[in-house]
């Protein structure tokens, strides 16, 4: 007869730090007192599904046990023992972890199925349930204790618990080969560097595909990301540990972040403390990490450049993008008057339902004539295409309009003759959002305007195209191909 046995426990550490040793399937050799010594076969990675890992036990019994299953979402495991010199027949076993409410401790629930020899079920079973599962408890809370004291914080180190041992952790990361088109970004297994001073490492689970990304894959800024490096500078997640000299920021604690340094197309990162941010309960990691590095952008083109308010004449390029969506439907709820070009009827129905009252559908981006028939001309345009609207953005403009150029979807924008700005009193700026939010207050403060606009439906919940990780390249042709709408993310 097939035993169960189900076994739980708390434990005394947040759900990320516990995770963190368990997913290791190699670490129990560190953490359980009963385990001699473990290998994982065949030169795998530990969290490589598949792997094998052969140990010893304590009392001389040796057993290989397979990784059936990891998911870093759910925060659970399955393996099943392949080969064993104890008579435990069928062996499945599952590892489960739930945060307890207060978010800093962790049950832990591990359950699992065995056939025995008859006669041998209660020996057996004694075993697996005091001698594995009791027992692991136990050892884990000190292992996780001692880990704590061996790391203790300084005074200046609020809350700077860390793994018990903070050291290089395995990472899967997405690298650019070598500059060019999408197939260049391929998946790779590296590390993630245990946080030093003033950083933390994060476990990443949802990461911002931006237009921005793919500027830097194709060589625009070869300082910035050489071939060998990885893109990305968004993501979202929970805080694994914590490094000297950082405040306000726990294992555990679920987070996002931007940052002008790339490198977010991948699970585990350390960045530094100061791109980082606390995220409300009611924001959830996907939704963050689509809005962010947009959402921030749209509040510095609003409030800051553009001081859009009731009655300004905005003009919106790609209206149906990922920042475009946010621009229509911030600025219509600043009662200003929404223009918008797009490239189908498809992308001007999205338009539209995000706020743009007047859809432009060009496939030659010839759109000034419409703007001055609408409405005399734009106070504002928001121009994230560059070479092919640059001509029409001046013919759209009204007298004393301003000219935002943020991006060039569609090819670097000509020099601009500053002569060109005077016939009609204009004005052009160029704004990178990294400038925006240099500095934790500037980040701290755009980003709870950003959450409160999702909060009372100024902005509506976006409507994401999730990737796994290791798609990003499809993700960047899907977008430099004109064909999403709204943001797009890579799950890791
Ligand atoms: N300066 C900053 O700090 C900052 C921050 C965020 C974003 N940006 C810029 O804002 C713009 C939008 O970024 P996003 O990430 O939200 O992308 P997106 O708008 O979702 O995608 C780009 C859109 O641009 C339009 N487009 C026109 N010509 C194109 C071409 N030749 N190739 C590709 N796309 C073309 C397409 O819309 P249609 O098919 O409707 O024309 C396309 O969907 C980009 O220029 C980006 O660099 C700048």
């Not at 998946?187 to 793919?214: L, T, Y």
């Amino acid at each position: 007869m097939l035993q169960k046995i189900i076994r739980s426990a708390v434990i005394d550490a947040p759900i990320a730090r516990v995770w963190s040793v368990l997913r290791d399937f190699n670490s129990h050799d560190q953490w359980h007192d009963a385990v001699a010594h473990s290998r994982i076969e065949a030169g795998l990675r530990s969290d490589q599904v598949g792997c094998i890992r052969s140990f010893a036990l304590k009392d001389g019994h040796r057993i290989r046990e397979q990784l059936l299953n990891l998911d870093d979402r759910q925060y659970k495991s399955s393996y099943c023992i392949v080969e064993a010199s104890l008579p435990l027949q069928r062996y499945v076993a599952t590892i489960t972890l739930k945060p307890v409410t207060d978010g800093e401790r962790t049950f832990w629930h591990w359950e699992s199925s065995f056939a025995t020899p008859p006669g041998r079920e209660r020996e057996l079973r004694l075993a697996v349930a005091e001698g594995v599962y009791e027992a692991g408890f136990a050892c884990l809370r000190r292992y996780l204790a001692r880990g704590a004291d061996l790391h203790s914080p300084g005074p200046s180190a609020i809350g700077s618990a860390s793994l018990p041992a903070a050291l290089p952790l395995p990472n899967r990361q997405i690298v650019l080969r070598g500059h060019g088109a999408a197939d260049e970004l391929v998946a790779a297994a590296g590390q993630a560097a245990a946080p030093g001073p003033g950083q933390v490492r994060i476990q990443q689970r949802a990461i911002g595909v931006n237009f921005f990304d793919i500027y830097l894959r194709r060589g625009a800024m070869p300082a910035l990301l050489a071939p060998g490096g990885t893109p990305g500078m968004e993501a979202a997640g929970t805080v694994l540990d914590v490094g000297p000299d950082v405040a306000g920021l726990l294992p555990g604690d679920r987070v996002a972040y931007i940052g002008p340094l790339p490198g977010a197309y991948c699970s585990l990162r350390t960045v530094p403390a100061d791109w980082v941010l606390r995220l409300p309960a009611a924001v959830d990691d996907e939704t963050a990490a689509a809005l962010l590095l947009k959402g921030l952008t749209a509040d510095l083109l609003l409030r800051d450049l553009g001081r859009v308010g009731p009655g300004t004449r905005l003009l919106v390029h790609a209206a149906a993008g990922g920042v475009g969506q946010l621009v229509c439907a911030w600025a219509r709820h600043l009662g200003a008057v929404v223009m918008g070009t797009v490239s189908s009827q498809e992308k001007a129905r999205i338009a539209r339902a995000q706020g743009c009252a007047h859809v432009i559908v060009t496939a030659d981006h010839r759109f000034a004539d419409a703007v001055q028939r609408h409405c005399g001309g734009a106070d504002l345009v928001i121009d994230g295409l560059g070479a092919v609207a640059a001509e029409e953005n001046l013919a759209a403009l009204a007298r004393c309009g301003h000219w935002i150029s943020l991006g060039q979807a569609s090819g670097s924008p000509p020099d601009l003759a500053l002569d060109r700005l005077t016939a009609k009193s204009l004005s052009f700026s160029r704004p990178v959002v990294f400038d925006y939010v240099a500095n934790p207050a500037a980040l701290a403060a755009r980003a709870q305007r950003l959450w409160d606009a999702l909060a009372d439906g100024t902005l509506p919940p976006p409507v994401i195209e999730r990737h796994p990780l290791a798609a990003a390249a499809r993700a960047h042709q899907r977008l430099e191909s004109r064909q999403t709408v709204g943001p797009l993310l890579l799950l890791a």
